[in-house]
């Protein structure tokens, strides 16, 4: 009896050891499915730590500082990257699991919300101006990459591929009619089509301009994955029953659509009469019917820009009396263009006057001239940095104001033609043969 309860209790254990062997993989795909997103954010901050320290000069004198540059490090440089490896490994996956879609989903927004801020956040150091190309700007300041008159036709055509995107993820694939299906994965073909031309207008060797191309990138790779997810969703929940269209033709096209795989084919010829419909109902609202092109070539310093346009203007931005020319012209009155270090700059009378006022310091007393000098370069130079629009550079037009008649005084009282040497500042010599 003894025996035979002792051999029941070891098979019973050894059901119990097999059962947990099994369990325990499974146990543990649960676990990093559940904190997926926390597991990535912190293995991004973790990377960021480590490129902070092994990057940053004096990490033993600012430990905390170090940390705190590998936080912004990981999830604003690294995340995105770890991101885009997650949306690519989700576009192969297939899986049926609905755990995992779910949790797809949440990587998906999280995309979007860092995606956008991201691009905010890079904007401001690629010296874009949303102006066309026809605008002389300055220095290294680029126009904008999308054509401004026809950029209303480019954000209804992304705001389309959005809606597309929303429909197709939220709805219930088995309830809906496969024509409804594929004019969704349509309207994502233009959105997709959008974010393509993005990438191809600014795409170049720099790491600014490659992550602005990172957000569409991943756009792109979402809308991938939320297609092939429906498709195998459609084989795997097909129902008996279709819903039925009245009219005979639109149900025979709904019929054809039946099975999925045929899905992206038809997706791709149904995009170009949706996208005639919206370019008609955009002309209605003033748009032009080549907008959808020339939005993107309608450019100049891009890609697929045809345009070519008028050479920037060069502001020293060492010295504030030439960025205080860059005001309003009402204000600082502009009157002719100049050259300073072989660069066209814009003159007015201030900068004329200040530049003769220096010009007589540099002759009379050299020693003065050479310390005022050494002053101007160390603290002119960081507060003409913040200059960056016309009423900042108005403002110091006019607290440089007491300055110049200051100058003018002196520059009366020591020179016998003052205007004259007023006057040929900043103008190219002549050179005879």
Same mark, same amino acid.
């Given at each position: ?16 050891i ?5 369990? /325990? ?30 990057t ?62 991201? /691009? ?9 101006c ?32 959005i ?18 299906? %594929? ?11 959008q974010?393509?031309?993005?990438i ?25 994955? %939320? ?21 005979r ?10 099975? /999925?795989? %045929?899905?992206?084919a ?16 955009l ?19 891009w ?43 814009i003159?007015n ?17 050299p ?5 005022i ?61």
């Open positions: 009896m003894f025996l035979a309860l002792e051999i029941i209790s070891a098979k019973w254990k050894r059901k119990q097999k059962f947990a062997g099994e369990r /325990s993989p499974l146990m543990m795909r649960e676990k990093l499915l559940k904190h997926s997103i926390l597991l990535s954010i912190l293995i991004s901050v973790i990377l960021g730590v480590i490129t902070a320290f092994i940053m000069v004096n990490v033993g004198d600012s430990l905390l500082g170090g940390i705190a540059a590998g936080l912004i490090l990981g999830i604003t440089v690294i995340y995105p990257l770890v991101l885009t490896l997650i949306n690519l490994t989700a576009i192969f996956a297939g899986c049926k699991n609905p755990g995992y879609i779910r949790k797809g989903k949440h990587f998906e927004y999280i995309t979007v919300v860092l995606g956008i801020f991201d /691009s905010l956040l890079l904007f401001p150091f690629t010296e874009i949303f102006a066309d190309w026809t605008v002389t700007l300055h220095n290294s300041q680029k126009h904008t990459p999308i054509w401004t008159e026809g950029a209303p036709t480019i954000l209804v055509l992304a705001a389309v591929g809606l597309g995107y929303l429909f197709l993820s939220f709805n219930q694939i088995a309830k809906t009619p496969p024509l409804i299906t %594929v004019l969704e994965i349509a309207a994502m073909y233009i959105g997709m089509v974010c393509i031309l993005w191809i207008q600014i795409i170049r060797w720099n790491i600014i301009y490659l992550y602005l191309c990172l957000f569409p990138l991943n756009c792109i790779l979402i809308g991938i994955k %939320v297609i092939r997810q429906k498709a195998l969703e459609w084989q795997r929940e097909q129902p008996d029953q279709m819903k039925c269209f009245k009219n033709r639109i149900q025979w096209l709904n019929e054809k659509l039946r099975r /999925s795989a %045929v899905w992206p038809a997706a791709f010829l149904l995009m170009w009469p949706l996208l005639g419909i919206i370019i008609c109902i002309l209605l609202f003033g748009q032009q019917p080549d907008s959808v092109i020339r939005a993107w070539t309608e450019t100049s310093d890609n697929l820009s045809l345009q070519t346009a008028p050479q920037n203007i060069y502001y020293d931005e060492h010295y504030l009396c030439t960025v205080a020319a860059g005001g309003h012209r009402r204000v600082v009155k502009p009157i002719r263009m100049g050259v300073r270090h072989g660069h066209p700059v003159v009378r201030q900068l004329c006057v200040a530049n003769a006022f220096e010009q007589i310091l540099e002759e009379r007393v020693e003065l001239h050479r310390r000098r050494s002053f101007y370069d160390r603290y002119g130079f960081p507060i003409a940095k913040l200059i960056r629009s016309p009423y900042a550079a108005d403002v110091v037009y006019f607290i440089m104001k007491p300055l110049e008649w200051l100058f003018l005084l002196v520059i009366y009282a020591v020179d016998v033609k003052p205007e004259n040497r007023i006057a040929v500042q900043y103008m190219e010599p002549l050179h005879f043969r």
